[in-house]
């Protein structure tokens, strides 16, 4: 089951560091925004974008399987249907690097046999809700 609780989803905000796939060089979208909050609240942002460069002055990854760095959660801001792909470069990180322990699909991103496959494998899923709403609610 997708994690819905508060105890859940503060522990999923005890993360330090965040990819986030589909982040967004504009200002003003919600892939930017998010991310850019928090970064503001000391959280360490890996963007994800193959179309850009740098990101929030961080360097952008083409993909999630390209970073090195340790993830503790993988925010994501991409449509549903590429969710099952994402969530299966997620479990193989978990597995293989035994992070990336979280995967956060922003609001309006769900997808439910994904989330059950990654869960079966120890990854927490968190769908359709939004990190910033949630920081701001449980950790402000």
Known sequence: MPITDDSGLVRALEAETVAVVGCSTT?????????????KHGYRVIPVNPFAKSILGEHA?????????EIDLVNVFRPSDEVPELLDVVRERHANHGDAGTAWLQLGISH???????EAAGVDVIQDRCMKVEHRRLMD
Request: net charge negative; glycine share 6%; proline share 7%.
């Open 27 to 39: 200002p003003g979208k919600a892939a930017h925004d998010v991310p850019a909050y928090l970064q």
């Open 61 to 69: 990854y083409d993909s999630l399987g390209d970073i090195e760095a």
């Open 112 to 118: 439910d046999e994904a989330a059950e496959t990654a």
